[in-house]
């Protein structure tokens, strides 16, 4: 689960908002006045349409789904997606308004426990802490949005689902007269998520950040939303 807070650790090297002086400080900060919803629509559509191919050539060329991606089980197909696409959203949405009085998130641990299984659960633990010290000093604000999802592998009690999307991150920058929020660029992600039936509940038991075939064979840019 190291892979939990290891953009969020880039940011924070990068860009220090409490510093007012710099408005375009962090990487992929927006300048003032630059909102996101001027080029939202057209941004937006474009990350999606890349997701969306990313993730089928992904599949396709790399080789990773199996040969009929569990065709002849439809629903247990709309599970385990459902729940990738829940699960994603859930760790990658957080918000300095979730910290409680001693500086944790206790709603943000809960929705993503609800969702994974006890195995993980120990590990998620060991690294969220790190994400809540990072959203209580640098004000981070992060939301997920889920494009596409596919399911690689699945039978009676395992599966594995590719899903594609993009994070956005906010933070609150300057103070008095001179606050505002700096938005910062969507940020691409593509995973592979594991699951596991635990009497009879679907449940997350493992996630990785992938490359794209291009990134693998080194003619690629890289993934560069690899964490929540």
């Known amino acids: 689960m190291s892979v939990l807070t290891d953009s969020a ?24 006045g630059r909102s996101l919803r001027r080029r939202g629509p057209a941004a937006v559509l474009a990350l ?3 997701a969306c191919v990313a993730l089928l050539i992904w599949m396709s060329v790399a080789g990773r789904a199996s040969a009929d991606g569990g065709l002849d089980l439809p629903d247990e197909r709309e599970q385990v997606m459902g729940l990738t696409d829940q699960f994603v959203k859930r760790l990658g949405t957080y918000s300095p308004d979730m910290l409680d009085d001693s500086g944790q998130m206790p709603d943000y641990r809960d929705q993503v426990h609800e969702v994974i299984t006890p195995k993980f659960a120990s590990d998620f633990d060991k690294e969220v802490a790190t994400a809540e010290q990072l959203v209580a000093q640098g004000g981070i604000t992060r939301t997920a949005d889920v494009f596409a999802t596919a399911v690689s592998s699945i039978d009676d009690d395992s599966a594995r689902v590719l899903v594609a999307g993009a994070f956005t991150d906010s933070y609150e920058q300057g103070t008095g007269k001179k606050a505002g929020t700096v938005d910062q660029e969507p940020l691409p992600f593509r995973f592979t998520v594991d699951l596991v039936m635990i009497e009879g509940a679907w449940l997350v038991d493992d996630f990785s950040p992938v490359s794209s075939p291009d990134d693998e064979t080194g003619t690629g840019a890289g993934t560069e939303g690899s964490t929540p």
């Open 48 to 50: 999606v349409v890349v």
């Open 9 to 32: 650790r880039r940011d924070d090297r990068a860009t220090d908002p409490s510093d007012p002086s710099d408005p375009t400080s962090g990487p992929r900060a927006v300048a003032p």
